[in-house]
């Protein structure tokens, strides 16, 4: 029984010790299968990194320290394995790649490749490439060549196209170094950087429409009720703030705050799932409203611009007023002093049409000061009735050299034709003209001129100087530079206006405007400013009738419109000025030469933007204001000199 028992309790551990062997066989064998589940992917992981290669395409191969220290290390232990079968399969798909893609690839690149191939032939493959910074890639994973070198000399040359991560162009302060991974953007963008106007402005706009096209989707969620209310006072706020705002300048301190607090909110409601068609009909709705607010912004615009420049400024009107009240205080026993010289036809008469007092003033000024004698000049101010006793005062108060000023209300003339309508004073036409080339038609090339015509008011001139022989006519926006002298020795022929042509326009090129019989097609238009009248030969030819019979045949109001009717009434009757003696165009066209202006006899402000108004052309106001009489304390006391 011991024996027995003696054997069987010896049996026990015979069996017992090759189970714990195979038990620990089985955990060493799940522990590797672990490993190994883990190295697998890995493994994938940084062979990924490393750069594997897709049809039609090159990946930039770039590794931190610390993967490319692990990846080194399972390179060499793969290497090992097939050495010379690994290099030539690379070499092989290395020479497929290059010719593949040479097009993209400068050829610099392509060189140093080629001379990197036969080194590591010649030296030894792995070890070579190891000096020269190369690495082989794992088992059955091709590598890319290396992206080229940043070059600023060739910025299109060094392009690769990119597919994963791409990167923004990048320069130092100097801007001496410059990535090319968008081509050549980088170095343009470099040259033309330019520092954007307002830019909190323009942000705070764009946050704004955003979250005004997420909000209404927001505001439906009744998960979202904190979102919505804090969206909502973003809003607000934002709305407040651009309100009282137009610049940067104007913003208040701490309009970062704000603007983050947007952005957030913004943020959050895009990432909250909503129905993107209620966000594209809000965003659709939107835009409709600002293009609509744009238009009416623009209408505004051109209706308070227009009534900007046909209104006279609250100094002037200053001036008039104190003028007027001046001219009741005072005597004027020295009004007839020059009464003789009015209707003197031996000398030189200048008539000037004007509601504008320091523009007459002006044009007499600066027409005096460059006179060889000015004892010979005599000028007439036809003005209205509300600025008739301010002209008067001013001119009195004022002297100019020696020439004789008279003023006249054109509203008072006892007229014989024009007894039984009362006269009113209309001064010269301006309009601007859009036409289409004349000299090539058929190419539809839209052209646009600035003219100015003789209004109804011109037309009374033969009856209003019924005395005199011969006149020179000037606009109210002119800046005489040079001695007018010359212009009396004129001889004109048989014509009857003196100006300078634009034979640039020819009339047919303004059939649309003026019809189509009556006037030969090949007639070139002409401009006031600058205009020597013969009165004799005025009478002769009844001008003033024709204009009549025009103006009836067009169904044209006198004064509305007259610029037509004066068209035609002059057509073949215009002696050509030469052009050198006005330049026009002071008064819309910002492109004008500086010398040309300081060299130019006469200087025609005509256009909308006048030189006595804020909305003048700056560059071209001085050689107007020079002609001010500064001295004169009316023009401080309104402020006109600002």
Not at 136 to 151: H, R
Not at 257 to 277: F, G, H, L
């Amino acid at each position: 029984m011991k024996s027995g028992g003696g054997g069987l309790g010896a049996a026990v551990p015979s069996y017992g010790v090759p189970a714990k062997r195979r038990w620990r066989g089985f955990v060493i064998a799940v522990l590797g299968l672990v490993i190994l589940s883990m190295l697998v992917p890995l493994v994938f992981l940084l062979g990924l990194h490393n750069g594997f290669h897709s049809s039609g395409y090159i990946y930039e191969q770039r590794s931190s320290p610390t993967n490319q220290k692990s990846l080194e290390t399972f390179e060499r232990h793969d290497v090992a394995k097939d050495e010379n079968q690994s290099e030539g399969r690379q070499s092989k798909h290395v020479q497929e790649l290059i010719t593949k893609f040479q097009p993209t690839l400068p050829k610099d690149v392509l060189k140093n490749y080629s001379r990197g191939d036969k080194d590591r032939t010649v030296n030894g493959g792995a070890n070579n490439d190891k000096q020269r910074g190369f690495t082989a890639p794992p088992k059955g994973v091709q590598q890319s060549p290396p992206p080229p070198p940043p070059t600023s000399n060739n910025p299109r040359g060094g392009h690769v196209e990119q597919v994963s991560h791409p990167k923004t162009s990048s320069a130092d302060e100097n801007g001496k170094s410059c990535e090319l991974t968008f081509g050549s953007y980088c170095l343009w963008q470099q040259e033309h950087r330019e520092d954007m106007k307002d830019a909190m402005i323009k942000k705070l706009k764009d946050q704004l429409f955003v979250a005004r096209a997420y909000y209404p989707s927001i505001a439906k969620l009744p998960a979202q009720d904190k979102l919505s209310r804090q969206l909502k006072q973003s809003i607000q706020e934002l709305e407040h703030i651009l309100s009282e705002s137009t610049t940067d300048a104007d913003l208040p301190p701490l309009v970062e705050n704000n603007s983050q607090k947007m952005e957030v909110a913004t943020a959050r409601a895009k990432s909250v799932p909503v129905d993107c068609n209620n966000v594209d009909k809000k965003l659709r709705q939107i835009f409709d409203l600002t293009e609509d607010e744009a238009d009416f912004h623009m209408k505004q615009s051109a209706f308070l611009y227009k009534l900007n420049v046909q209104t006279m400024p609250k100094s002037h009107h200053c001036l008039s007023l104190k003028l007027t009240v001046e001219y009741f205080k005072s005597s004027h026993d020295e009004e007839k002093a020059d009464a003789e010289k009015f209707f003197d036809s031996s000398l030189h008469h200048y008539v000037i049409f004007s509601n504008n007092v320091l523009a007459a003033s002006v044009v007499i000024n600066s027409t005096v000061t460059h006179a060889k004698e000015s004892q010979n000049q005599v000028f007439h101010v036809l003005t209205d009735g509300e600025n008739y006793y301010a002209m008067k005062l001013w001119f009195l108060r004022n002297n100019y050299k020696e020439a004789a000023v008279e003023v006249l209300n054109i509203e008072h003339l006892e007229l014989d034709n024009q007894k039984e309508n009362p006269l009113q004073l209309s001064l010269p036409e301006e309009f601007r003209v859009s036409f289409t080339s004349y000299d090539n038609p058929s190419m539809g090339q839209i052209r646009t001129k600035y003219i100015s015509i003789f209004s109804h008011s011109h037309y009374l001139l033969p009856d209003i100087f019924s005395k005199l022989k011969k006149v020179v006519v000037l606009d109210d926006d002119v800046v005489i530079q040079k001695d007018l002298s010359a212009l009396w020795n004129l001889d004109m022929g048989d014509k009857v206006n003196g100006a300078v042509q634009f034979c640039s326009i020819k009339l047919g090129q303004l059939k649309s405007y003026l019809g189509e019989k009556g006037f030969s097609h090949n007639s070139c238009a002409w401009m006031s400013g600058l205009n020597i009248i013969d009165l004799v030969r005025w009478r002769e030819l009844g001008l003033t009738q024709t204009y009549r019979r025009l103006i009836k045949e067009m169904n044209i109001q006198e004064g509305s419109g007259a610029w037509r009717a004066s068209l035609l009434a002059f057509e073949n009757k215009i002696y050509p000025l030469d052009k050198s003696w006005v330049l026009s165009g002071l008064g819309h066209d910002y492109t004008i030469d500086t010398h040309a202006i300081k060299t130019s006899p006469v200087l025609h402000y005509n256009g909308k933007m006048k030189p006595w108004l804020d909305l003048g052309i700056p560059n071209y106001k001085s050689s107007w204001k020079k002609f001010l009489n500064k001295e004169d304390q009316l023009l401080s006391e309104c402020n006109v000199n600002s």
